[in-house]
DNA sequence: CCGCTTTTCGGAAACGTTTTAGTATGGCAG
DNA sequence: CTGCCATACTAAAACGTTTCCGAAAAGCGG
């Protein structure tokens, strides 16, 4: 005899009365909630999850689905932590909590998904990293789960996603390149299998030619997302024939590896080759010289993504009517020093 | 109707025959068994969680759990998310899940572990982090929930903990600073209050006693771990009397800072001054000059820490007869070109 | 053919909670 | 005094699963 059980009988008063004054149901006699809670709090109790959850259906628990691949590992470079204070503040408030589920690598995410699902031990989900085809959109949506995904996707129809505006920041790089009389503007990304390199590279092309400048595939280094990435895409960019006089990284983190190989060729970034960066993370600036890239709240991100969740889960959307189901966030331009090379002057 | 009831009516069999082929017990006839897998296959069906941790007191999920304050978030850099891959790949094996447990950075660590605990969603725990005194260790134990701590601490009596080998890795960077004639060797550290700042500090200047040099306050420079730190302590040092030959930072991020103080002031790392770093991070041999660190696979720890837990959970003990309670996780120094400089020559 | 063990299965209890339905009690209008 | 309603409580059902216990069937040695 444990649990709400023990703290009936030990106040001398039934079950069903305890569990109607800790939950704040109105036909309880306000003496006798005050003695209930007060007992609770005096021995400790707290209820028990299972049993409630069995009962109600319900958990009180967001899940937070990131990838634990080597890949993720060393390029969001604590994406997920920054996000999480922002989901967090907006989720306390509503009495959920948080829990981050990170997919074995060696795991198909799908099936991890399903897995964890199946559980029932979360009442909505928040995926990160989607693919433009993703099953578990599908997924979520057969199991009528509330979710929001971070990242654009074409399967399951219209859901609610949030995205970075690409299309934003290329548009934004590439303008001002272009106003300083760059026309050779290079662009390191990930490969098109990745949501965010097509996504990121058709922006930068549409952007080059709202500009009358011919895309040139030459131009596009695929590499990877990371220091070993920007040092292998400078080495590419200094092999071109025609050389460009300005270029695009789609991480920072690239910035650290191309210095270096600029370095060892001689070239000094913002004076002899424009760099922009894309998503600031606390290094650019200490970079030499600091780096010019995009700037984004990573809580404000959390805030909005907790928001469109809640919005989208019967029982919490009344607080927040959303009519947007899908979310482009901007970024904000951070000028460096970086991107002084100029062409016109 | 749902769940195992109805695929019990499906295959015209009994709950609990379903239940004990599901679960692989002995007492249940191959054939049976096959076509109870077979239906629940076809039909998806998966146990409830909640119904089956209210039954038999277990969830088979473990949890992790991390702090996402400001600080943590800028500091460590993606080791969470590094660690779970060791971490999940020991837990699959025994079916076992994964679940960090993000911490708001407003609440008391002590009062969100004690709600997660109470749940009672997780047989186990992993907290890091780990204080000098810690409450949330003498909660887990008086709670009798299997832990391991990551990071020493002194509370609870003897509990069991990882922790990184800062004594050796103090001990082996003075060690290196010394044999090149170094004297004056300064130190970038956290404040006392921050456990590692403590050991760290306190493993520096035993080390440097067995050589028999005067451990000196003034060379002890407490700042944040980060970029902005490493920036700072470039300045508190250069503005010494007796100015340093060398110095060791605890973070790796430092080195950023310091190098673009450093640069400032037409310092070379290398060349002028010796700098070592702590925990290597992609990051480092990225620097120029590269940066002499300590290495470490993350992977690893994870694979560490997981046995470590499971080695204290009664259900999995047999597999994993571990004797010592406590673990001094070793590093590996990872030579680089940033303490080149001599005094000797 | 009998008694015994082994195999395989069904019925039912149990886990801890919430919630529904029902029951006293008292107040109040008629 | 009677009927009615609001209040505050109790009792019991329900959530989905696992596991204990007993029983039927089958195998087997005598």
């Known amino acids: 005899m444990k649990g709400i059980r023990q703290l009936a009988k030990h106040l001398d008063i039934s079950i069903g009365t305890v569990s109607r004054a800790l939950n704040g149901r109105p036909d309880v006699n306000e003496d006798t909630r005050k003695r209930v809670l007060a007992a609770a709090e005096e021995l400790g109790y707290v209820a028990n999850q299972s049993g409630r959850s069995l009962r109600q259906g319900t958990t009180n628990v967001i899940g937070l689905m990131i990838e634990s691949s080597k890949e993720t590992v060393e390029n969001s470079d604590n994406f997920f932590l920054g996000v999480t204070g922002g989901l967090q503040s907006v989720l306390s408030r ?26 029932r031990i979360v ?32 399967s399951g129809g219209n859901h609610t996603w949030i995205d970075l505006d690409f299309e934003g920041v290329a548009a934004c790089a590439v303008d001002r390149l272009v106003s300083k009389g760059h026309r050779r503007i290079a662009i390191a990304a990930p490969s098109n299998d990745i949501n965010l390199g097509y996504i990121f590279v058709d922006a930068y092309r549409k952007s080059l ?4 400048i011919a895309f040139d595939p030459a131009l596009v280094i695929r590499v990877k997302s990371s220091e070993q990435g920007g040092y292998q895409a400078g080495h590419e960019m200094l092999r071109l024939e025609s050389k460009p006089s300005a270029i695009i990284l789609i991480y920072e983190l690239m910035a650290i590896g191309l210095y270096r190989r600029l370095n060892e060729a001689g070239i000094v970034p913002g004076r002899d080759l424009a760099v922009i960066g894309f998503r600031e993370e606390p290094r650019g600036k200490f970079l030499q010289p600091s780096l010019t890239c995009f700037r984004m709240s990573l809580r404000d991100l959390g ?11 019967p029982a919490y959307a009344e607080h927040y009517p959303k009519g947007a189901r899908s979310t482009i966030w901007p970024l904000e331009l951070a000028p460096g020093e970086s991107d002084a090379f100029s062409l016109t002057s």
Chains 1, 2 share one sequence.
């Open 209 to 212: 030619e709202r500009h009358g």
């Open 123 to 154: 009442d909505a989900m928040i995926i990160s990293a989607t693919q433009r085809v993703d099953k578990r959109i599908d997924l979520l949506i057969k199991t009528k789960i509330p979710f929001v995904a971070l990242g654009r996707s074409t």
């Open 303 to 313: 805030v909005e993504l907790a928001e469109t969740l809640l919005a989208t889960m």
């Open 94 to 119: 509503h009495k959920l909590d948080l829990l981050m589920l990170p997919c074995p690598n060696d795991e198909d995410p799908h099936e991890y998904l399903k897995r964890m699902v199946a559980r």
